[in-house]
T-cell receptor, first 113, second 120 residues
């Protein structure tokens, strides 16, 4: 499984755009990149998933360069409620064998007023 | 859609007792469910993979006799912490992965809200 490296913490102010970068140098050809968000005492929540280039949904954008050795989660105009831990995971898609997820340390994002 | 529930949300028990935690996928069928444990200020640690109708697969270092997992139906998996001790106190989270015939689609897993276990 590809190991991921993220900053331990980030701070931002309301209304700013936040970019969280994840390194995954050993990503395999058929690995996907998935980001989850977790609030205290809650289960993680799926944010976005991508394989290459750019993916955008109503919550965030995910930028993946051509070499796929890193990815950047972009949160537009964050609010106080975006304060959470964000996890970057790399793994095979649902078509393969087990779908296990191994969480790294994640990035604690704190949004200030 | 894609809701996973856990029951109870919080449990306090005495040392030596057993505690059962339920994980249900409410609006989809989950052929595979996963159990995680999370200590304060730490990340989620995968404990085991639970497949409907078969024995669970435990991660290295997780005692299968301590953490009994049953996945009797496509919507229910249970985790029983047997002879619980204070060091078992943790936040237990399950997740469910849709089967090939169900919705929603995609690679994501859907997580339950977690169960806070405190062993006195």
């Amino acid at each position: 499984l590809a190991k991921t490296t993220q900053p331990i913490s980030m701070d931002s102010y309301e209304g700013q755009e936040v970019n969280i970068t994840c390194s995954h140098n050993n990503i395999a050809t058929n690995d996907y990149i998935t980001w989850y968000q977790q609030f205290p005492s809650q289960g993680p929540r799926f944010i976005i998933q991508g394989y290459k280039t750019k993916v955008t949904n109503e919550v965030a954008s995910l930028f993946i360069p051509a070499d796929r050795k890193s990815s950047t989660l972009s949160l537009p105009r964050v609010s106080l409620s975006d304060t959470a831990v964000y996890y970057c995971l790399v793994g095979k898609d649902r078509g393969s064998t087990l779908g296990r997820l191994y969480f790294g340390r994640g990035t604690q994002l704190t949004v200030w007023p | 859609g894609a809701v996973v529930s856990q029951h109870p949300s919080r449990v306090i028990c005495k040392s030596g007792t057993s505690v059962k935690i339920e994980c249900r996928s409410l609006d989809f069928q989950a052929t595979t469910m996963f159990w995680y444990r999370q200590f304060p200020k730490q990340s989620l640690m995968l404990m085991a993979t639970s497949n409907e109708g078969s024995k669970a697969t435990y991660e290295q270092g997780v005692e299968k006799d301590k953490f009994l997992i049953n996945h009797a139906s496509l919507t229910l998996s249970t985790l029983t912490v047997t002879s619980a001790h204070p060091e078992d106190s943790s936040f237990y989270i399950c997740s469910a992965r849709p089967g090939t015939s169900g919705v929603p689609t995609g690679n994501e897993q859907f997580f339950g809200p977690g169960t806070r276990l405190t062993v006195l």
